[in-house]
């Protein structure tokens, strides 16, 4: 006979809400989830619906803490290796991520220990595939929290970042500066302007309450809305990283000179052009992209030619005086404002792209009137994308020769290497791009 159940009349208890800041955590682990699946740092906070849902300083935790996972993803794991008798199995992806936002709110962002253990736990058993790690998790949690944040600090630098990447930077820059990249790699980068005028800068910078840097970028010093910053509206600057700013530059007087800008977006270099003289002629193969070199044109009130099409199909109807490759790269010198290229890039990639890379020099020479300039650029650290890529070209072709760079053209910046190209490192003037360029001349 079945027992029938007495009603009480009573309903069950609802569960308790999460803990405070549990959103913003839960958003945290959503965009490192989207990272983990190819997306960017940037494109998974634009895709994320969690993350576009918090609003205020919700939104600026769950940026900070998934951009710091990145940054320190090599030493957060080294110590959550510690704590565990064997690694999580794939299945479990998420409960590593959930310690990984543990760790590094303990160890980096000294956020209260209970508040990193009762969300890390409230998160775990959201997830019906990891609930039963949540005993684990607030174990873990609490021993590293407990550790503090010296445990992280007496780490090596090099265990933040993979290892066909540091063999490269410290075999091209030596020990000592290849721990000082690393060390400069864990900073957010700072915001740089580049003024439409570069005679009004120093104006630009009182307005802003920013200073101009030893190469003649208006540094910000602290995050700000962009939009809302005076000169916005009216065009007379855009944002650009110091380093990135100065391969155009390298070109010398544009005025009445025809410019070919490859792979032009999001538009630096081509409004750089523009605004000293120049016809530009501004090509990249992403039509959003373009679509925002055109915007950024429109906001400038400066003029150039914008194509869409691969650099390497692609051909001006007549030569030109001068081109500007910004080369499709791993990006290794940007690792400060986008962290995910730790994680994402690979040495494989790396070799596709140096060879690329060689196709689109010769293509882009090709552009050239006798005795035009083209300027190749790329912001990585590695040397086979940079250095070698160039002794490569030079080795291979007669009709190509190198225009050292002098410390006049690029404000008496200290980089400048043996072969006189441009090389900057993240470490350089309170932090910049590493920015590889050269300039060659067409016989």
């Not at 193969?285 to 692609?314: C, F, M, Y």
């Amino acid at each position: 006979m079945t027992e029938l159940r007495k009603n009480t009349g009573k309903k069950d208890a609802p569960p308790p809400p999460p803990p405070p800041g549990t959103a913003a955590r839960r958003s945290a682990l959503d965009i490192l989830t989207l990272v983990s699946k190819g997306l960017t740092l940037d494109d998974a906070l634009d895709e994320c619906r969690s993350f576009a849902a918090l609003e205020g300083p919700d939104r600026g935790l769950a940026r900070a803490i998934a951009s710091t996972v990145l940054r320190y993803r090599g030493g957060l794991d080294h110590i959550i290796g510690e704590y565990i008798d064997k690694p999580l199995p794939k299945r479990a992806a998420r409960a590593q991520d959930i310690l990984r936002i543990a760790a590094a709110q303990s160890l980096v962002l000294k956020s209260p220990d209970h508040a990193v253990v009762s969300t890390a736990v409230a998160i775990t058993q959201d997830f019906r595939e990891i609930s039963g790690y949540a005993g684990l998790i607030n174990a873990i949690a609490r021993k590293i929290a407990k550790a503090g944040p010296e445990r992280l600090e007496k780490l090596p630098e090099r265990v933040n970042t993979p290892g066909w990447m540091w063999r490269g930077w410290e075999r091209a820059y030596g020990p000592a500066q290849a721990r000082a990249i690393a060390r400069a790699n864990t900073v957010e980068a700072a915001l740089d302007l580049t003024a439409k005028d570069p005679a009004e800068a120093a104006e630009i910078a009182s307005q802003t309450s920013a200073v101009v840097v030893q190469t003649g970028s208006v540094r910000l010093s602290d995050g700000a809305d962009v939009t809302a910053l005076a000169g916005f509206d009216a065009g007379r600057w855009w944002v650009q990283d110091a380093a990135a700013a100065l391969p155009a530059r390298l070109l010398g007087d544009v005025a009445g000179k025809t410019v070919v800008d490859l792979c032009a977006a999001p538009g630096g270099k081509t409004m750089q052009l523009a605004a000293a003289g120049a016809e530009v002629i501004a090509v990249d193969l992403s039509g959003p992209r373009l679509k925002r070199v055109s915007e950024n044109l429109h906001r400038t009130r400066l003029a150039a030619q914008t194509i869409k099409a691969d650099a390497l199909d692609w051909a001006p109807p007549e030569t030109v005086d001068a081109v500007l490759l910004d080369a499709p790269c791993t990006a290794t010198g940007t690792i400060r404002r986008h962290p995910d290229i730790l994680w994402s890039k690979t040495e494989d990639d790396l070799k596709a792209l140096v060879a690329m890379q060689a196709k689109m020099i010769d293509h882009a020479l090709g552009y050239l009137k006798p005795g035009g300039v083209l300027i190749y650029c790329t912001c990585s650290l590695q040397p086979e994308e940079g250095e070698r890529q160039i002794a490569a070209l030079l080795a291979r072709r007669a009709d190509v020769s190198r225009k050292p760079v002098s410390p006049q053209e690029i404000g008496g910046l200290s980089a400048i290497s043996r072969d006189g190209d441009l090389r900057t490192l993240p470490f350089m003037m309170g932090g910049m791009d590493g920015f590889f360029a050269a300039r060659l001349v067409k016989a």
